[in-house]
């Protein structure tokens, strides 16, 4: 079994990225982010109503980093502290030594290469400071975009499960993506 320890939180940073905490002040950002229809269409959550909706969301991550059982960070560029994206482990398995990515992206920074960078990065903090041994990723088919990611990143294609999410009033179909740590030649070095 994992043994997770996420205090003191761990910022990561890339090229590009910085990869942090949120904080209260990011409430605004964060509801942005999550109260986007079209933004928030692959993924199976309610819409923030309100900028206290986003600052319970980040008490709700800050509390479930303490508790060491699931990590979400804040995605910003280095020469800006504006959240632009959020990006995390949604849910850990320490007894499979197993773990759930999830993420999001402001459209004005989608296309860029700035996911695939964040997600390179969480896949190795998962891989090297976790000791994970897979990471999933469970996306709707229809987003296209998410899936090249994943496949950039080294991750498989590993089954397609029909209408098994039900939101917003009909069933939804899912797809998992998944890469072990002894995939690392399947697209470089994460």
Do not use: C
């Not at 560029?77 to 398995?93: H, N, P, Q």
């Not at 004005?108 to 998962?126: C, N, S």
């Not at 999933?136 to 294609?157: C, H, M, Q, W, Y």
């Not at 740590?181 to 994460?190: E, F, I, M, N, Q």
């Amino acid at each position: 079994m994992l043994t997770i320890n996420f205090t003191p939180f761990p910022v990561l940073e890339t090229e590009r990225l910085v990869l942090r905490q949120l904080e209260p002040a990011d409430q605004q950002d964060l509801f942005v982010l999550r109260s986007s229809p079209a933004l928030m269409q692959f993924i199976p959550r309610p819409l923030a109503k309100s900028a206290t909706d986003a600052a319970s969301l980040i008490e709700d991550f800050r509390m479930s980093a303490i508790a060491n059982e699931r990590i979400t960070w804040g995605i910003t560029e280095k020469t800006a502290s504006t959240v632009i994206g959020t990006i995390g482990y949604v849910r850990i398995l320490k007894e499979h030594a197993r773990a759930e990515l999830g993420y999001l992206l402001h459209a004005d920074h989608q296309g860029k290469g700035l996911m695939l960078e964040a997600v390179r990065a969480v896949i190795d903090y998962g891989f090297r400071v976790m000791n994970l041994h897979a990471i999933e990723a469970i996306i709707d088919p229809e987003n296209t975009a998410s899936g090249r990611v994943l496949e950039r990143s080294g991750f498989r294609k590993e089954g397609h499960l029909r209408d098994n999410i039900w939101f917003n009033g009909q069933f939804r179909d899912s797809v998992i993506y998944a890469r072990l740590v002894t995939d690392t030649s399947l697209a470089g070095p994460p």
